[in-house]
């Protein structure tokens, strides 16, 4: 289902409905742009940290915008043996509620746009019907201002009164030449208590005395065109007026909500939420939807948990044992379906009233369809778990003990030793003595770093920048050797390690010995 | 006319001869955003310099996308007394060329976005289907890596050579369970040139395969599905494939440099180029199109007059006597037509086989519309000041002598004392000596700062962030009383004053001399 700001109220209740019945739901978000600093594989560096990839995904990712964004709910049916899903595609976009509200800047990359472009994608459900959302701190801040607005006015009421125009100390000051005019308003207004009318329509006026005429009566005054009409009110009508005011706020401030109000149903849910590839989307997620990512990885960890109880990452369950030797799980890894596998679909049905996705006819990179592949990826592999049981279960739920290894496990793109960021605990720390920094002419390619390790067997290259890589030896052995031999451009990543000082200082030492000697 | 990628290569020509023909022509941008930074009022302050004006600006708004590229030429027909327009509304967006060519990101605002989806912007047009752009450092680069591809391409067919799997020479290491398969393929290669078939058809093979052919048959192979051919060709028919290529290549390049190659026609037709406060719409011009901007405000004027030899501002002019007077160039200067006044468009007409634009259903922030009405604004007001002649005439040209006063002055908006930065000389420059910096707490707002100064006379507050401003004192013999009264907070803009310091030098004498004395 395509939600726009233009259905968006009309079908918040399917959204909510479809999540609290929902066995697990899967996501998926486009964004307007990857990097806005170094390219992808500087920014995904072989050997980066966890700690170094949030940082860099922090700081070169978080200004694009997550635009589009594919939620799936997976419900399982006992008696069809399959998932019924509802698809939603939601388009977003910032849309400033009013004039006091941030401008939000993101910034667009364009191969991004491009590629989604090639992909048909439109751009004008996005920038002309996007949903608005606002992160906490925004929600809190306009709730305050409302709330302020909202006691002002209530005091203003409580004590109806105005400052007659003679009156020297009231703030609105009336230019001599309207002094009749105000008068004779004023008048009106008096008269208005003691007759029988419900009404009256002042004269036509300008702007400017309409102005001396709102700040002269502090009174309920209600606009027509270019007259003023005023009302008495008994206490009744006010108390209803006031009711929908008040209801007619608390609508304006959901709907500048907007988006946002979907996350947190999700939060709260508890839900089991499944992506491919998601670190990025979980990112953006917390960043438009939440608060500012924080400084830390650690903290960062901790927001996601609030934000998503539970998460599994298909690309990191594709690409561990036993699906990693499995073909179809490699190709549902990259998340094409192959058109001849027509297994696949049919362990789901879509719900009635949702549009259904065609996987011969693929819609890739329309987050609604790229999350309902992502949860079908899931489904397979789940179920495929179950094929090793004793005796074989052909379905196995989102609840299994089976998939709780995979549970809030994000897989990290790239890099050679740490498949994946632990969300609830702390990540792995392989040993990385094999591992040089090294630094060389920004001429130099891959092949030139070859040669210079020619003599220490096989290694493997992580660029950095233009200057400098990491390099890996297999043979850990010879790293302090290598060290010593190339001893000016490369360092052991430990950069005060004894070995490699060592080494050097025995050759300044037996250098300076033979000096001398002769 | 609208032209968006699709139609861009056959329209050329018809703007390529509406420029040659036009007697002057009209233009304007639509931006991605206003500002990255200070919001607007921050952004044009009242006593900015026009180094400072010129420094924000490229600071805190060339990171935005100029995406709509309004061009309207006017052509005067002596026989029907009035114009000839062709109106021209350009889509572009900056498509990657290759792989190679600069990922370009661009930051969108989204009260500006908001604001032309409201207008009906057609977001799909640009990010779709806009056309793409070089500036003439990256148009320089593009034309160098294809020459030097010919010239590598070119010495390599001279020599056609190949090196045989067994060589080992060669660069290609061919591994032992793939020997066969290559020996097999030279065979037929080598036989080719004996017998008389004009092609062969190997046999298929995987990618790693195709990969080892090539590497090994250094030879014009073209691709096919699955499979390779391979051609022998004569010395006529290789020139002819070339010369193919040649041109190929070149269309390739001039797509590339697409929407540039309509400004360098502007810039080479030396025509009048009128804009409506156009200053931000010449910087981004240059921008995209010429070069980053220089860091000096002198450099930038003289790469404008290369540019845009001949600029005139409407926005100016009509802020100018004897315009300013005149209301209805006022409502003019404000770009918006009074439906009412059906003379204005009979100055006018469409050109045959243009799109004309209904003026009394007004498609305002559509750049060509823009374009068109601030072409309009132009004529009007250039024939108004034929009126001043003796005897009157009707019709001024924009070769006049009489508009010359407003050539290449860039209206600067919302300075109080500079209203032009000026392209072809020196800046105005206004004294300031009444004009104050004062600092003061965050919480205070402009009535604070007219009550501070109310003992000196009327004042103009210029406000730079949330705790400064410049405050302007209508009468100047008050500056050093006010500086001295009120030391602390404020300033005389000439920070060592002679003035100023000896008033408070005075005052700590004064004390110190009581403190002694008693």
């Avoid at 939601?90 to 090639?118: G, M, V, W």
């Avoid at 044992?321 to 058109?339: E, I, M, T, Y």
Wanted: include cysteine.
């Amino acid at each position: 289902m395509e939600v726009t700001r233009r259905n968006f109220k009309d079908s918040l209740n399917a959204v909510y409905s479809a999540i609290e019945e929902a066995d697990f739901l899967a996501i998926d978000g486009e964004f307007s742009g990857i990097s806005d600093g170094p390219n992808v594989s500087a920014l995904t560096n072989g050997l980066d940290t966890p700690e170094e990839r949030y940082t860099k995904l922090k700081k070169h990712s978080m200004d694009f915008l997550l635009f589009q964004f594919g939620i799936c709910t997976f419900t399982y049916d006992q008696t069809k043996s399959k998932y019924i899903i509802k698809p939603f595609n939601f388009y977003i976009f910032p849309k400033p509620f009013n004039r006091t509200s941030p401008d939000i800047k993101f910034i667009c990359q364009s191969s991004s746009i491009d590629f989604l472009a090639s992909q048909g994608f439109d751009f004008n459900k996005v920038f002309c019907n996007g949903i608005p959302y606002l992160n906490q701190e925004e929600e809190a801040q306009l709730r305050e201002q409302t709330e302020e607005r909202r006691n002002q006015h209530a005091n203003g009421v409580g004590t109806p009164s105005y400052i007659s125009p003679s009156s020297s100390k009231g703030p609105a000051h009336v230019p001599e030449e309207h002094k009749d005019f105000i008068n004779r308003v004023i008048e009106k207004v008096e008269a208005l208590f003691t007759n029988s009318e419900k009404t009256l329509d002042l004269e036509p006026c300008t702007g400017f005395q309409r102005k001396l005429i709102y700040q002269t009566l502090n009174w309920k005054l209600e606009r027509k065109e270019r007259f003023i009409q005023v009302s008495k009110v008994d206490d009744e009508e006010r108390k209803r007026r006031e009711q929908q005011k008040l209801e007619k706020e608390q609508e304006e401030l959901n709907d500048a909500v907007g988006f946002s109000r979907v996350v947190h149903a999700i939060s709260k849910s508890g839900k089991l939420v499944v992506g491919h590839n998601m670190l990025l989307d979980v990112m953006h997620t917390i960043h438009q939807f939440y608060c500012p990512l924080p400084e830390d990885l650690q903290d960062f960890k901790e927001v996601t948990m609030c934000v998503f109880p539970r998460l599994l990452d298909t690309k990191l369950m594709a690409s561990t044992q036993p699906f990693k030797v499995r073909n179809d799980h490699q190709h549902l890894a990259g998340r094409s379906l192959n058109p001849a596998d027509t297994f696949l679909p049919s362990l789901t049905e879509t719900a009635e009233g949702f549009p259904s996705y065609d996987t011969a006819q693929e819609q890739l990179h329309e987050a609604g369809y790229d999350a309902y592949i992502t949860g079908l990826c899931f489904v397979s592999m789940a179920n495929y778990l179950g094929s090793f049981l004793t005796p074989p279960k052909a379905y196995i739920s989102a609840r299994s003990k089976l998939i709780e290894p995979f549970f809030n496990k994000l897989f990290l793109m790239r890099i050679i030793d740490i498949p994946y960021l632990n969300i609830t605990g702390p990540d792995l720390q392989p040993k990385r003595d094999h591992v040089l920094y090294v630094t060389f002419p920004k001429e130099w390619k891959t092949s030139d770093l070859y040669q210079l390790f020619s003599a220490f067997g096989n290694i493997q290259v992580s660029w950095i920048d233009d200057t400098s890589a990491f390099v890996s030896l297999s043979q850990t052995d010879q790293v302090h050797l290598c060290c010593f031999t190339l001893q000016i451009s490369t360092s052991c990543s430990n950069r005060f390690c004894f070995s490699c000082m060592f080494f050097v200082y025995f050759w300044v030492f037996f250098y300076l010995f033979f000096f001398f000697l002769f």
